[in-house]
């Protein structure tokens, strides 16, 4: 069972102030409702201009499952990079958890799960490809993303209403921020055949919510069930950084590109 002591819970929440609001680039579509059981259940979408259906990367924001927003993004530039690549990029809200139950992450975590169906319920309106779709998290979002990257499929094609037909997996994955609650809600859900993992730890062993253990931890599974995983650090933290120095926002935006299968602008 996940339990988190109020101190650790405090630092967490403080560690999210390192989020930035996103700037710059406004979305096509704010605050759009995925779902109508939660006044949470909202997203921002930005289209990228394409011919083609495009590939989607969604963000999840951190906040020890309690707090935050979908405004939270680490990188400013990152949304830009992605669209003028030909990807679209989404931002999500979900509700928060009212305990520390396993059965209220879960909840949250099938809210989330919903929040793709959607998306891939719009491809024809928004010109989304349903077959590439990546998810991406700081803390809290990095256990969502790798929830539904490696957890249940929640889609049904005898689903009675449109939306839970489609399905709720993506094909990449990305964790910023490894956090406490790795080993109770991700670690045995990751089986042979999952989709590719990038991880990016700046964390010191200070921080014990997003102890670097917690991003080896997801390391050492993914190579034991080979799962294509690259991992990332500051090198001060004892988990070396990119071999050519690229910083996080470039190296994930390159993997995530990877696996999508799309080809980036020189």
């Not at 997996?169 to 956090?179: C, F």
Request: positive net charge; glycine residues 10%; charged residues 25%.
């Amino acid at each position: 069972m996940l339990r988190i002591s109020l101190s650790l819970l405090s630092a967490l929440l403080t560690s999210i102030l390192l989020s930035t609001a996103v700037s710059g680039v406004e979305p096509t579509f704010k605050n759009e409702e995925y779902d109508t059981k939660h006044e949470r259940n909202v997203l921002d979408f930005w289209r990228a201009e394409s011919s083609k259906p495009t590939p989607v990367v969604v963000y999840f924001h951190g906040g020890g499952f309690v707090q935050g927003d979908k405004g939270q993004i680490p990188s400013r530039a990152i949304i830009k990079k992605y669209l003028d690549a030909g990807v679209s990029f989404a931002s999500c809200n979900y509700p928060f958890i009212k305990n520390q139950s396993p059965a209220e992450y879960t909840k949250v975590m099938r809210h989330c799960g919903r929040a793709i169906q959607f998306l891939r319920s719009k491809s024809k309106e928004w010109n989304i490809d349903q077959k590439r779709f990546g998810a991406i998290g700081a803390s809290a979002g990095a256990l969502i993303s790798e929830w539904l990257g490696y957890g249940p499929e929640i889609g049904s094609r005898r689903s009675r209403e449109k939306v839970g037909r489609f399905s709720s997996k993506v094909q990449v994955v990305g964790s910023l921020m490894q956090p406490y609650g790795t080993q109770q809600m991700i670690i045995g859900k990751m089986k042979r055949g999952g989709p590719p993992l990038y991880i990016y730890a700046h964390s010191m062993p200070s921080d014990e919510i997003h102890h670097p253990r917690y991003a080896k931890m997801m390391k050492a599974k993914a190579d034991k069930v080979r799962i294509r995983c690259v991992l990332y650090g500051t090198g001060e933290n004892g988990i070396p950084p990119h071999p050519k120095g690229k910083d996080p926002v470039e190296s994930q935006f390159e993997f995530f590109c990877k696996y999508l299968k799309v080809k980036i602008k020189s």
